[in-house]
């Protein structure tokens, strides 16, 4: 984490690090704002629920920005130098490829906000799975939640339409 009050290059910490990045680095959190580096190749289906906006500043590379309006599916490409503000409670689901990076500003949440992760069927959007977690949660409740519903086919079978999510 860098200190406050002091600058630093990004894209000279991105090529510093480039070869040993993990999924993300985060820059600050110890702050009103968590600002955070993460890059792809990234395989997720789920939808966040922020209670707070986000900030997403494509780098390199591109961002497929999935996200629903009034529950209907949209989809904002992000190419490198493009800006874009989620609001809070909108779900949107980031998709990258390999070479996408990405700078990504959120607010810190209060003690009473949760955050919660959606699993839609891709052909009616009927909900099929659902966690609400803490945002600072270390269990890694979003990455089981996928392995459960990828163990069991009923929980990515879509009660409406039956379509199965591929995870
Ligand atoms: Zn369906």
């Not at 900030?55 to 999935?66: A, M, V």
């Not at 990504?104 to 955050?115: A, F, G, L, M, P």
Request: net charge negative; charged share 30%; with cysteine.
């Amino acid at each position: 984490m860098f200190p406050h009050l002091k600058g630093f290059n990004l894209h000279q910490w991105i090529n510093d690090n480039r070869n040993n990045w993990g999924q993300r680095r985060v820059i600050w959190e110890d702050s009103d704002f968590i600002a955070f580096v993460t890059r792809g190749p990234n395989r997720r289906k789920d939808f966040h629920i922020n209670p707070g906006d986000e900030i997403f500043y494509q780098l390199e590379g591109e961002l497929n920005l999935h996200y629903l309006s009034n529950g209907k599916p949209e989809l904002a490409m992000l190419k490198a130098g493009d800006l874009f503000l989620m609001p809070g409670k909108v779900p949107h689901s980031p998709r990258r490829s390999e070479g996408s990076w990405t700078f990504v500003v959120e607010r810190i949440r209060r003690q009473d906000e949760i955050d919660r992760f959606i699993w839609l069927c891709e052909q009616c959007q009927t909900k099929l799975y659902e966690t609400d977690i803490r945002f600072d949660d270390p269990s890694d409740a979003v990455r089981k939640a996928s392995e459960a519903m990828r163990r069991d086919k009923n929980l990515a079978t879509c009660e409406s339409c039956d379509a199965v999510l591929e995870l």
